[in-house]
């Protein structure tokens, strides 16, 4: 990728494998964080889906909550918090594998369910999040 704050000859490449290497420390500290809810949850005795949801809403609240006051932030910083540590909490493909894997055991309801709730609860943690932190910092 092009580094978008590169403004000198050599800088490019140095900034992008920094980058990379950002985004790859957030990805790790996110998969961690995820690993640690979803046990939380699956402990407390929640099923799989649940766990997925509860994840995935908070990683939807969190890049709405984050995104206005981090408009400042470095773009490398930038990467390493949204691509890199909430790319690697939330899950799509885990919700994508549990809505099949219900699908194929025949819970169909229970797959629609968990699309509608998937969507939509992202959506709107997200939009919560925004409006929070919009209304917090302005």
């Given at each position: 990728?092009?580094?978008?704050t590169?403004?000198g000859i050599g800088?490019?490449?140095n900034s992008?494998?920094l980058?990379g ?12 964080c995820?690993?640690?809810?979803v ?6 005795g929640?099923?799989p889906m649940?766990?997925?949801?509860g994840v ?9 909550f984050?995104?206005f006051?981090t408009r400042?932030?470095?773009p490398?910083?930038?990467d390493?918090l ?5 790319g690697?909490f939330?899950?799509f493909?885990?919700?994508s594998?549990?809505?099949?894997r219900?699908?194929?055991?025949g819970a169909y309801?229970i797959a629609?369910?968990?699309i509608v709730?998937?969507n939509?609860l992202?959506?709107f943690?997200?939009?919560?999040g925004?409006a929070l ?5 302005a």
């Amino acid at each position: 990728c092009r580094d978008r704050t590169s403004n000198g000859i050599g800088r490019r490449m140095n900034s992008g494998f920094l980058t990379g290497v950002t985004i790859a420390v957030g990805g790790a500290a996110g998969a961690l964080c995820r690993w640690g809810a979803v046990c939380l949850l699956l402990n407390a005795g929640h099923r799989p889906m649940i766990a997925t949801l509860g994840v995935n809403a908070a990683g939807s609240f969190l890049a709405g909550f984050l995104w206005f006051p981090t408009r400042n932030l470095s773009p490398i910083a930038a990467d390493a918090l949204f691509i890199g540590f909430l790319g690697a909490f939330t899950t799509f493909s885990t919700f994508s594998l549990e809505t099949i894997r219900l699908g194929a055991e025949g819970a169909y309801g229970i797959a629609a369910l968990n699309i509608v709730l998937q969507n939509g609860l992202g959506l709107f943690a997200a939009a919560l999040g925004f409006a929070l932190a919009h209304r917090l910092i302005a």
